[in-house]
């Protein structure tokens, strides 16, 4: 028995385990719905307008659906046949859907094994990384958003890998060719986390906090090496965000119709083939058509009013107050209708939170009597990702959904395994019995992540609040 303990504690078998047990949550069901679920009738419409180059407009930048666009085109899934992308629910005409499912469900593992590395890396200790990644794994509500086609998945992977980098980096005490790797790889995904969702800023100012941090305590770098750090990620930061909407805009050059096109400028709008006022007006460069078009996206976010029966305020989300309905069919035949819910794994996110309040008062304390122990300052940096996710929310008046909270969620889920690695680790039999428990709810709630079929007693059953329906 204890070789086979040993055995399970070594390295690759755990990473082995987090591979087999996140590819099979992520990629079963694949293709089912085989209709349109929630925002995919934006998401996997829009990947069709590379094909066809025609501009769209969306208040989010472009990258994960440049990314699904191209990575369909070479491997021969480019055509979406006759699908109508109107409404939720409508059938898909061609496997065209099923590729782009796969391409968020890969990403998907792989946000589970960068949450494994950077938790390794942040606490020095492979269990909290462990620990933290199968919590990711059997959250029903991530799992929803690795598997169809939204952006979500993209936004957090990218993120959590910029940050994997970052704390690479801060271990180098000099800028060389060495070091400049890490720089770069910083740079490059938490570019991409933001060319997802500016959301994903919350993640660059958690990795230039990061190295901040780490310019004040060691005592071999001084402030300077921070400001030089900063502002080479910075500036790689801005080449590949113009860089990609230059290719953006360059790939789009005919027109989308006045529902797209009609956000811009009589100027910009004179750039695209078929428009209106092209050939009318000497259009702006490149450059400006760039900076033009992310401040009416900014314009065009800010200024959403419209209320939606599953928007929810940020304070409700750590609760998980009110989850979202993606989709649904009714079988006539069984008596029984398929449902799918963005709906978390509940006793991940109530005992999250509960870690997250007790961390809180831990670092408080620790400030007040000055006794800062080696786990205060990766606590620090994952608190403040948590909390600074959610600041913005405080100010904003538009709509916002459960899934803003995700970013938060993934720093949440370190903090958690922290607390329970710290508290448990010599208590294996108690941390075996807290994840066969968190399984079990996994499963228990998964018909409504997969779209299963349940009665309205099994559904309902599911529903603990009426505010979750």
Known sequence: MKKVLAFLQQEWVLILILL??????????LGHPNQTVFDEVYF?????????????????????????????????YADAGNTDFSKIGNAYQTDFYKFLRGVESF????????????????????????????LVTFDNAILVQSRFIFTDVFLLAFGVIGLYFVYRLKEHKKIN????VDLFFAALFL?????????????????????????????????????????????????VYFGVFAAHLLSLPYTGGPNADGFLSARSQSALLGNQYYGKYQPPNLIKRIVELNSVMYKANASINQPHPYASKWYSWPIMARP?????QVLEGEQKTARIYLLGNPLIWWLGLFCVVFVCFALIDELHFKKKTVYFEPLLVLMLGYIGNLLPYTLIARPAFLYHYFPSFIFMALITSFVLWFFLKDKPVALILIFLIIIQAFIYFAPLSY??????AQFEARMWFNNWK
């Open 324 to 328: 979202i309905f993606d989709w649904q």
């Open 451 to 456: 779209g299963l079929p349940l009665t309205d």
């Open 177 to 180: 060719s060495e070091s400049f």
């Open 20 to 29: 087999v047990v996140a590819s099979v949550t992520r990629f079963l069901y």
């Open 44 to 76: 996997a419409r829009w990947v069709t307008n590379y094909y066809r180059g025609e501009f769209y407009f969306d208040i989010h930048p472009p990258l994960a659906k440049m990314m699904l666009a191209a990575l369909a085109k070479i491997f021969g």
């Open 107 to 134: 990403f998907g593992v792989i946000l589970i094994l960068a949450v494994y590395a950077l938790g390794k890396k942040m606490f020095k200790n492979k269990w909290p990384g462990f620990f933290a990644a199968l």
């Open 191 to 239: 570019a991409g986390s933001i060319l997802i969702k500016w959301t994903g800023l919350i993640f660059v100012g958690v990795g230039f906090f990061v190295l901040l941090l780490d310019s004040l305590r060691d005592e071999k770098k001084k402030f300077i090496f921070f400001l030089k750090e900063a502002v080479i990620m910075g500036a790689i930061i801005v080449l």
